[in-house]
């Protein structure tokens, strides 16, 4: 089974430009997650979606980001403009939305990681 | 009070110990995760769990309903064992939503 992909792996931009970072979620997986982890922390939910409706965007920077899954299936995530503070490992993750599932269902991708210079 | 609390926070033991990282929750779960992340690595989930224990290699995980508490176990530790581990639940009531404990912090030394 080919696991959750996440392009770029690396990134370097100026503050106040912008990037993009695409996530193609477990082929069936109906749950896709966007986390944004700073060095030495745990990470921090942007958004969750269920096929193509947002479930949680509430600690989103909606000035800033913005995420979209026209599709239900891959997703991507935009800063503009970014900030310093935005330098962070971007992880995607996708789950089979059924609670109680025998299969190992949360898989994550290996994250873009993004430095603001 | 965090919904998902983790115990200890940092944990440090010789190679071959046995090892336990502890996890309460205080919702209602229709899952519970075991996640582990390597220094400057990703995240790989370990166990989810609903119920009973699961084994792998020389991990187990239990998990309790009643209780609200699950134990990630770690026979004859290793030190590339050395890594975060994360209790993360799904939230029944609320769109299967995560909450993420946060994290115990193990090192394992030669």
């Known amino acids: 089974e080919a696991g959750v992909a996440q392009s770029p792996r690396y990134k370097i931009i100026e503050k106040r430009q912008s990037v993009a970072f695409w996530c193609n979620p477990i082929?069936?997986?109906?749950?896709l997650y966007w986390y944004q982890q700073i060095l030495g922390q745990g990470p921090k939910l942007l958004i969750q979606?269920?096929?193509?409706?947002?479930?949680?965007d509430s600690q989103l920077p909606k000035d800033r980001f913005s995420a979209e899954r026209l599709k239900g299936v891959d997703s991507t995530l935009k800063i503009q403009p970014a900030k310093l503070e935005d330098s962070a490992v971007y992880l995607c993750?996708?789950?089979?939305?059924?609670?109680?599932?025998?299969?190992?269902?949360?898989?994550f991708g290996a994250g873009s990681r993004l430095t603001v210079l | 009070k965090n919904e998902v609390e983790q115990s200890p926070q940092n944990l440090t033991a010789q190679e071959g110990e046995f090892i336990t990282i502890n996890c309460s929750y205080s919702v209602g779960i229709s899952a519970l995760h075991w996640l582990q992340q390597h220094p400057g690595g990703g995240i790989v989930s370990l166990f989810m769990l609903s119920s009973g224990k699961k084994k792998h290699g020389r991990l187990i995980a239990t998990i309790n309903i009643q209780e609200k508490h699950s134990s990630l176990h770690i026979t004859a530790s290793h030190p590339r064992d050395s890594a975060v581990y994360i209790c993360a639940v799904r939230r029944l009531d609320s769109n299967y939503q995560l909450i993420w404990g946060a994290g115990t912090k193990l090192i394992i030394k030669p």
């Open positions: 979606f269920q096929n193509n409706g947002v479930v949680d």
């Open positions: 082929s069936g997986h109906a749950t």
């Open positions: 993750a996708s789950s089979f939305d059924r609670a109680f599932s025998g299969a190992n269902v949360l898989t």
